[in-house]
């Protein structure tokens, strides 16, 4: 099992970035793909990114591809997200997860693809 925790959200004027982490308990963090997600309020949660085990494979939703970059450093149990040239419609609560099952295939965009979540940090991107 594995808790994990993000960190990273806040306010931001639209054109601006934040960087999002996601710390893991254990000592097994490579042995999870993870993925971010995002809901915001009355939506449905959607998928933004993914990272497979070793980093070496990622795939992004459309609507954020060429902004927002993923990456984890397993030495630190923390996956991140970078988001770059930000919008009023990222705005949402950011989840980090960790899928146990398929960590070697890179698109895996369904919530219940994942097995473990953290609480969600919240992103507000102002106009």
């Known amino acids: 099992q594995v808790q994990l925790v993000e960190s990273g959200g806040g306010l931001v004027q639209a054109g601006g970035s934040l960087r999002l982490s996601c710390a893991a308990s254990?000592?097994?963090?490579?042995?999870?793909?993870m993925g971010w997600f995002r809901q915001a309020p009355g939506k449905e949660r959607e998928f933004v990114a993914r990272?497979?085990?070793?980093?070496?494979?990622?795939y992004y939703a459309d609507s954020v591809k060429g902004r927002f970059t993923v990456s984890r450093d397993n030495a630190k149990n923390t996956v991140y997200l970078q988001m770059n040239s930000l919008k009023a419609e990222d705005t949402a609560v950011y989840y980090c997860?960790?899928?146990?099952?398929?960590?070697?295939?890179?698109?895996?965009?369904?919530?219940?693809?994942?097995?473990?979540w953290g609480q969600g940090t919240q992103v507000t991107v102002s106009s």
């Open positions: 990272i497979t085990w070793s980093g070496g494979s990622t």
């Open positions: 254990g000592r097994t963090f490579s042995s999870y793909a």
């Open positions: 997860a960790a899928d146990s099952r398929t960590r070697w295939v890179t698109m895996v965009v369904g919530p219940d693809g994942y097995d473990y």
